[in-house]
């Protein structure tokens, strides 16, 4: 099962490092086509967005992951597809609801972020709630039977979304910073919409008979709460810290304009090199979660385990290196901005710790402590917030101290996951015959 694993990995790692690709190529160019404040604008909305999306494509999914996996583990194909079905109905049911609520809100969202502007890109961004949802699900169940056709769906996604964008901005681009954002967030809704139509049609008719029960739905709701509840309390405080920083760094010495530009090349540029082996990253913790879930015994489990974070670690210190040793002729050569260089080998320790957050977190929803989790996650982004209260208003840091306080996180939040694992890995007993009941019983 090992090996089969890693053989799927890394044929997703393939399939992510071409949309990463083609993400890395996009930030390059709107680093030297639009404004920093414009990209600062464009990423404060898409974050905000994903908020208010993170119940619908964060913990459903996983959700209907685990528990897919766990019915094909016991053989319940029909189990199986019930939960399927029940979780694209709570997609679309959610996805509707969040658009009826929160699009008549965006004025006073934009207005309580700091910026007005940011009414134009939130207003584009949240209608991509429904095929953003459906698909994410249905890439959770693809996930669940070992398929790596997800990374095909998405790598057309963000090719669509790049030549969007390039036509958007050829055409109306370059006027003000809210329009150029507005013209980014109308690219990415384009190529959700795209992803959707293609993901759907890459899934078998569902018979008749497998109609989902109040059951399946409970046991959606079950799982799924504590993983959204954790990511939208840890993107939650990260729109705090979105919503509080302008006003630290003018402590610090900086105006508001200074402040969106710090935050545009963080966010914009030397964050997302930085988490660029998230490409391999991700895609083992995505496939390992359904295998641990579906494991036969706890040894099992354990051996999946300890071979992914190997894995992980090793992924993680060799991106450390590279970071730390070409992050400034990155920022030089390919961001044309020497700042950025900065940034990206300042940060570079948050590619080692992001790398074993990520798998840790993946494996406990595997071996049923999402709960236990999430409420690590919570108490580690409560600490990040403070911390970045702190640090960020002393003039010596400045943005700096937003990075300090994102490192500080993520080693307290691998401290305590890693002791989570290692205790839930002493009393997981694998997937016994009843596994339809005992694998969903409420958590302890």
Same mark, same amino acid.
């Given at each position: ?20 690709? !083609?993400? #890395? ?142 036509? @958007? ?33 890459? %899934? ?38 979105? !919503? ?9 010495? @900086? ?22 082996? #998230? ?43 590279? @970071? %730390? ?71 010596? @840091? ?47």
């Amino acid at each position: 099962m090992e090996n089969r694993l890693l053989a799927r990995a890394m044929r997703l790692c393939a399939g992510n490092a071409a949309v990463r690709a !083609l993400g #890395f190529g996009m930030r390059i160019w709107l680093a030297r086509t639009v404004s920093e404040q414009a990209l600062g604008m464009y990423e404060m909305s898409a974050q905000a967005g994903m908020l208010l999306l993170s119940p619908l494509v964060s913990g459903l999914p996983q959700a209907a992951s685990r528990l897919t996996a766990q019915r094909l583990g016991a053989g319940d194909a029909v189990g199986a597809e019930r939960i399927g079905r029940a979780a694209r109905i709570m997609a679309g049911v959610g996805a509707g609801a969040l658009c009826a609520i929160c699009l008549p809100l965006v004025p006073l969202i934009a207005r309580r972020m700091g910026d007005a502007g940011l009414a134009g890109p939130l207003a584009l961004i949240l209608p991509s709630a429904l095929p953003l949802a459906l698909s994410a699900v249905w890439h959770g169940l693809m996930y669940a039977q070992g398929s790596t056709l997800p990374a095909v769906l998405q790598l057309t996604e963000q090719s669509v979304r790049l030549i969007t964008a390039f036509l @958007l901005m050829a055409a109306l681009g370059g006027h003000t910073p809210a329009l150029d954002a507005s013209l980014l967030a109308a690219a990415q809704a384009s190529g959700a919409v795209v992803a959707l139509g293609l993901t759907r049609g890459s %899934w078998p008719g569902t018979p008749d008979d497998t109609r989902p029960t109040r059951a399946q739905y409970e046991q959606l709701w079950r799982v799924a709460w504590p993983i959204s509840l954790g990511r939208m309390s840890a993107a939650g405080l990260r729109s705090l810290n979105q !919503l509080m920083l302008p006003g630290r760094l003018a402590v610090a010495g @900086l105006s508001s304009a200074a402040a969106l530009s710090e935050y545009g090349l963080l966010s914009g540029m030397a964050l997302p090199t930085v988490f660029l082996p #998230f490409m391999f990253t991700g895609p083992l913790a995505t496939l390992a979660m359904p295998r641990v879930a579906a494991a036969k015994s706890g040894r099992s489990a354990a051996r999946i385990c300890r071979r992914t974070l190997l894995l992980a670690g090793a992924a993680g210190v060799a991106a450390y290196a590279v @970071l %730390w040793g070409l992050g400034p002729l990155a920022g030089q050569y390919v961001f044309d901005n020497a700042r950025a260089g900065q940034l990206i080998r300042f940060m570079a320790p948050l590619a080692p710790l992001g790398c074993m957050t990520q798998t840790l977190n993946a494996l406990l929803q595997g071996i049923r402590r999402e709960r236990a989790a999430m409420r690590a996650t919570l108490c580690c982004a409560l600490l990040s917030t403070a911390l970045t209260w702190t640090l960020c208003a002393r003039p010596e @840091l400045g943005i700096l101290g937003l990075g300090l306080a994102m490192m500080c996180g993520h080693v307290v939040q691998l401290a305590v996951h890693g002791t989570l694992l290692w205790r839930g890995l002493r009393r997981f007993d694998g997937l016994s015959s009843d596994s339809a009941k005992s694998a969903d019983a409420p958590q302890a």
